[in-house]
Nanobody
Framework: QVQLVESGGGLVHPGGSLRLSCAASGSIFSFHAMGWHRQAPGKQRELVAT???????MYADSVKGRFTISRENAKNRVVLEMTSLKPEDTAVYYCYTSVNGGRLYWGQGTQVSVSS
């Protein structure tokens, strides 16, 4: 089993910044990808950012240039730096990882609210 523990999130004014962190623990034998999805009220869950083996990164068009994902290999941890936040970034952010032959695991979610 693999467990994901998220931290960060909260309430911020438009234009502000937040940092999300996600740490994976458990029986990890092979790593494929790790990243974040988000789900706003009444909307489908969407990919925000992901980092794959070789540190290949992908971002949703809506966050390119504002969000940065990075990985600390030794700690099986990813960090999402979010800047220039907008009200439309408000959502529950879920960490995920794909390990051990493509098995998916999800975190419990953390709320990000952007409001004046």
């Amino acid at each position: 089993q693999v467990q994901l523990v998220e931290s960060g999130g909260g309430l911020v004014h438009p234009g502000g910044s937040l940092r999300l962190s996600c740490a994976a623990s458990g029986s990890i034998f092979s790593f494929h990808a790790m990243g974040w999805h988000r789900q706003a009220p009444g909307k489908q869950r969407e990919l925000v950012a992901t980092i794959k083996n070789g540190d290949f990164t992908m971002y949703a068009d809506s966050v390119k240039g504002r969000f940065t994902i990075s990985r600390e290999n030794a700690k099986n941890r990813v960090v999402l730096e979010m800047t220039s936040l907008k009200p439309e970034d408000t959502a529950v952010y879920y960490c995920y990882t794909s390990v051990n032959g493509g098995r998916l695991y999800w975190g419990q979610g953390t709320q990000v609210s952007v409001s004046s």
